[in-house]
């Protein structure tokens, strides 16, 4: 997967994934604050935090990890805050309050910004006349040692750039910017590195298929036995068929699987909850 991904990067331009960036780009600072939510990332932090050498401010906002990420944060000169027991959305909002710039790039661990990204939020620091207040940015997702193109994951684009003003909306999982309108799209992607593997990926949807569980219970939802059968069977063949998940091979039928298994477990945790 390291070569995958610096593969990926270079695709993008002339960097080196862990290159000297004064030897490859212009020493420019960006006028962006970096808002990164972790737990127990200390295994990709270090990789992820060298690329971002350009960002004015980092802000890694962390949820008590047990391992050596808030170590790594501040060794890379990041501002940590500890969040404990609060969901991903309330861990973003509380970096975007201490933000000392007017745009806020919302990252993950997992994810590497592409340089004609970089150029692009270095032209919108720049400008002074009216813009959106927030951006969308394509996801370029990378998983089993390839990009999927196709599917879900092909068409995949985040609201992570936007005024610090603005506000996730306070979910489990799949949070979302509160902005609706008033959105643009900027040039450039996130590179994408969700999971390590296949057994890192049953692992993580079980984590999220549990919290979605959980959203749709505080909405008054309940779980059915159909939607046990029907939903995960649809989540298949969308990804699968509908979308074209089948072009991009043997890692475009696994994802798809996987997919509607999340789906199976987020309705079974829904109607059996189990002990607390």
Not at 55 to 64: F, P
Not at 137 to 152: D, M, Q
Not at 227 to 232: F, G, H, K, T
Not at 256 to 265: E, H, T
Request: proline residues 4%.
């Amino acid at each position: 997967m390291a070569l995958n991904r610096t593969a990926a990067v270079t695709s993008d331009g002339p960097a080196v994934l862990g290159a000297s960036p004064t030897a490859l780009f212009p020493a420019e600072r960006v006028a962006i604050s970096v808002v990164m939510p972790t737990l127990n990332e200390s295994a990709r932090l270090d990789e992820t935090l060298d690329e971002l050498w350009w960002a004015d401010e980092i802000i890694v906002v962390d949820g008590g990890s047990s391992d050596g990420t808030v170590a790594i944060a501040r060794a890379h000169g990041a501002q940590v805050l500890i969040v404990r027991r609060r969901t991903i959305a309330e861990q973003r909002n509380a970096g975007i309050a201490l933000a000392r710039n007017q745009w806020v790039l919302a990252l993950d661990a997992d994810e590497v910004v592409t340089r004609e990204l970089r150029e692009s939020l270095a032209s919108l620091t720049r400008s002074g006349g009216p813009s959106p207040v927030a951006y969308r940015i394509r996801s370029r997702n990378w998983h089993l040692g390839r990009e999927l193109r196709y599917g879900p994951w092909g068409r995949d684009w985040k609201v992570r750039v936007f005024s610090r003003e603005q506000r996730f909306e306070v979910r489990r999982v799949h949070e979302n910017l509160a902005v609706r309108d008033d959105v643009g799209r900027l040039d450039g992607a996130l590179l994408h590195y969700p999971y390590r593997d296949v057994a890192h990926q049953v692992s993580k949807i079980a984590t999220y298929a549990r919290w979605a569980a959980d959203d749709l219970r505080s909405r008054g939802r309940r779980g059915k036995l159909r939607d046990m059968l029907v939903r995960p069977a649809w989540r298949f063949l969308r990804d699968y068929v509908v979308l074209s998940g089948w072009r991009d091979g043997a890692p475009g039928f696994v994802v798809s699987v996987v997919s509607a298994f999340s789906v199976f477990l987020k309705y079974a945790c829904l109607r059996m909850p189990g002990g607390r």
